[in-house]
């Protein structure tokens, strides 16, 4: 009797780790999805670097545009900001391509297309402007 008590609080057991885990994985999917579509929203509306991308690279050339002699310092700042925007542009060209979360073959164009065109605006900005 013990026994098969002790079996049946594992199982038990066992089945609440089980659905917590996939309640948290299902979490995770939720954030990391929600984020990508936020920012290819706020790409396409604005043309513009999302404000969660510049943080870093803001903090850094603020802290130097504050001494004098490092120009070039921050202007190879900018351009590795520039690389590492357009970096991330790309891996959300490529989920758009890929996701099967988009309303159909037609919206998935219009939204390649934008995001194409931003890209090529992004290229032709000089660093300093970003």
């Not at 690389?83 to 099967?100: F, G, M, P, R, V």
């Not at 934008?114 to 090529?120: A, E, G, I, K, P």
Request: charged letters at 30%.
């Amino acid at each position: 009797m013990q026994v098969i008590v002790l079996l049946l609080l594992t199982v038990i057991v066992l089945v609440l780790i089980m659905l917590a885990s996939i309640w948290q994985i299902n979490k995770v999917a939720q954030l990391t999805i929600g984020k990508m579509h936020r920012e290819i929203e706020y790409i396409i509306n604005t043309g513009k670097v999302p404000d969660a991308w510049t943080k870093r690279f803001n903090r850094k050339i603020g802290l130097l545009k504050g001494e004098r002699g490092n120009e070039n310092k921050l202007l190879e700042l900018k351009r590795r900001a520039k690389k590492c925007y357009l970096q991330k542009l790309d891996k959300l060209i490529d989920y758009a391509e890929k996701t099967t979360l988009v309303d159909g073959q037609d919206t998935r164009e219009l939204l390649l297309e934008r995001l194409n065109t931003v890209r090529r605006e992004w290229v032709e900005t000089d660093e300093r402007e970003f």
